[in-house]
């Protein structure tokens, strides 16, 4: 019912920046919150950061000071700047959403299906 397509990871160097997007498409009343979530080898799933409407944002201490999230919520995409990376950043990263998907509020949460993010030193 809905989608989330995330994109942008590659490789990059340390000191370095990018940026990654993920779109939701699909059944989309209203967005509550869009945000990125990262998962290195041998390591749990941590936040990264979450945006919602009003642009109230959360940042993992992480990445505080380094990454910043955007969105276009009327286009349902949110981005993440990504700058001086450091190969500690190095994970998968997962766009997550929760979605309203119509008038009777009923709600969807999920995933999308992970971009690499690769930082050599």
């Known amino acids: 019912q809905v989608r989330l397509v995330d994109s942008g990871g590659r490789l990059a160097q340390a000191g370095g920046s990018l940026r990654l997007s993920c779109t939701a498409s699909?059944?989309?009343?209203?967005?509550?919150?869009m945000g990125w979530y990262r998962e290195a080898p041998g390591k749990q799933r941590e936040l990264v950061a979450t945006?919602?409407?009003?642009?109230?944002?959360t940042y993992g201490d992480s990445v505080k000071g380094r990454f910043i999230i955007s969105a276009d919520l009327p286009k349902n995409t949110v981005y993440l700047q990504m700058d001086s990376l450091k190969p500690d950043d190095t994970a998968v990263y997962y766009c997550?959403?929760?979605?309203?998907?119509?008038?009777?509020?009923?709600?969807?949460?999920?995933w999308g299906q992970g971009t690499q993010v690769t930082v050599s030193s």
């Open positions: 699909g059944k989309i009343f209203r967005v509550n919150y």
């Open positions: 997550n959403a929760e979605i309203v998907m119509g008038p009777d509020y009923s709600t969807w949460h999920g």
């Open positions: 945006i919602s409407p009003g642009s109230s944002t």
